[in-house]
């Protein structure tokens, strides 16, 4: 699978004095739609077995905003999987606001680790199989009609 829409209404907590969402809600909006990507795969962004726990932590965050979201806007976030490398899948996003106001593009960068139950270290290791084989790249023509950053 390479895309995914997920829905969220906007908490009267994510706003800011001027009743505008803070600018690093996009963020956590974007890693929520991450993990409901990951969940609909049957999936989770943190696993924990015998040999410890495997994760996927971010190497590189962006976000360009463009238009200002509020309390109770409602809030679809279009992800698409920009890039998949040996360790290390790249996801792209536009946040719309009410499914047609683009509010923002971002992407995220992030690294399967495995995590050393003893220590708590964190090694870069190869995607496993049964990820690789549900995560694929978006076609070139699906990303470049989504006009996201590259």
Known sequence: ???FRWKYRVAFSETDMA???HFSNYFRYMEMAEHAFL???GLTVHANGDDGAASWPRVHAECTYTAPLTFEDELEVHLLVRE???KTITYDFRLLKDSETLVA???LTVICVSIDPATKKMTA???PRLVDELIEPAPAEL???ADLPS
């Open 1 to 3: 699978m390479f895309e």
């Open 125 to 127: 290791m190869p995607i």
């Open 84 to 86: 998949k490398a040996r």
């Open 39 to 41: 969940r609909s795969l």
């Open 143 to 145: 990303l470049a009609a």
């Open 105 to 107: 593009t971002g992407s």
């Open 19 to 21: 009743g505008i969402v």
